[in-house]
């Protein structure tokens, strides 16, 4: 094969994206992907006569003039009907009592009936609110969507650190306490388990408040589709832009010459050589299977055994 190949192992969003991105820019690409569709943990599947949608069910930058928006569109993931606005993140519902309260972008409406439902505890809801309010047009709502530091070069770099400084603040003290450690000050059990889950007990309270900000400002999408369609329309675009995949392949080894890597060895035995290989497959697999735990350096071998 030529230099301006690519393999590329995986055919998940990352490797969707990297195959999409190669194409456009005059790579020959070539996805192995190990299962027999597309979409790693982004996928779907059917149990009976239930469909089990495993992956992404909304869009953070559903707004067209969002930076992040403009990332969906570059992989064909933002068509007509794609996705239509969120006017409701989501309802809890007690079982044992019928209580229940639905997350919308109404947020005065949310701490009302936060409130309503324990007076006591109104005062976290309140606070995420506040921080919520307070991350509305923050740099942290486009999540370093812009252009990646080997493009933006030094000054477009400086630039985005300097427009961040002020965000900066949210990722220390109580704003970054995680949403299980915050919910602990909440005395009734059952608001405690909503507020540590509005996303996930691990998550910390600037990320939460920033999706209610993004849910406010009507910048989240609900996948139409869930999120098989979203996969296939990075599929679609890939195949139409000439790039190929190979499903049910796995990739057994990276073949590595001169400390380059040139090709990958597939399980059934066959070799493929390509200009350059990109690993879309999980750090484990990659480091330790692929690539035999040979190219390791001392700080990522200690956080794969002490992580």
């Avoid at 540590?196 to 920033?210: D, K």
Wanted: glycine share 14%; net charge negative; proline share 3%.
């Amino acid at each position: 094969m030529t230099e301006r190949s690519v393999i590329i192992i995986g055919a998940g969003l990352a490797g969707l994206a990297a195959g999409i991105h190669a194409q456009r820019n005059g790579y020959r690409a070539r996805i192995f992907e190990h299962a027999g569709q597309a979409g790693g943990v982004a996928v779907g599947w059917r149990r009976g006569h239930y469909h089990i949608d495993g992956g992404i069910h909304f869009l953070m930058g559903y707004r067209p003039d969002s930076l992040t928006h403009r990332i969906y569109e570059e992989v064909g993931a933002a068509g007509p009907g794609a996705a239509i606005e969120m006017t409701e993140y989501a309802e809890y519902v007690d079982e044992r009592t019928g209580r229940a309260i639905r997350i919308t972008r109404d947020l005065d409406r949310l701490t009302a009936d936060w409130g309503a439902l324990s007076p006591a505890d109104a005062g976290p809801m309140r606070d995420l609110v506040r921080l919520a309010r307070e991350l509305a047009g923050s740099p942290l709502l486009n999540m370093g969507m812009g252009d990646p530091p080997e493009l933006a070069g030094r000054l477009a770099s400086l630039k985005q650190l300097w427009e961040m400084r002020g965000a900066l603040r949210y990722l220390t003290g109580r704003a970054n306490m995680s949403m299980g450690e915050r919910a602990k000050e909440i005395r009734d059990p059952w608001l405690a388990e909503v507020y540590a889950n509005l996303f996930l007990p691990e998550a910390p309270a600037w990320f939460v408040g920033m999706l209610l900000a993004l849910l406010a400002s009507g910048d989240m999408g609900l996948l139409c589709g869930g999120s098989m369609a979203f996969v296939r329309d990075m599929e679609t675009c890939y195949s139409s832009l000439g790039g190929e995949i190979t499903f049910n392949a796995t990739v057994e080894q990276i073949i590595v010459e001169g400390d380059r890597a040139v090709g990958v060895r597939l399980a059934d035995g066959a070799v493929h050589r390509a200009g350059a290989v990109i690993s879309a497959a999980d750090g484990r697999s990659t480091l330790y299977g692929m690539l035999g735990g040979k190219y390791l350096d001392a700080r990522t071998r200690e956080r794969y055994e002490t992580w």
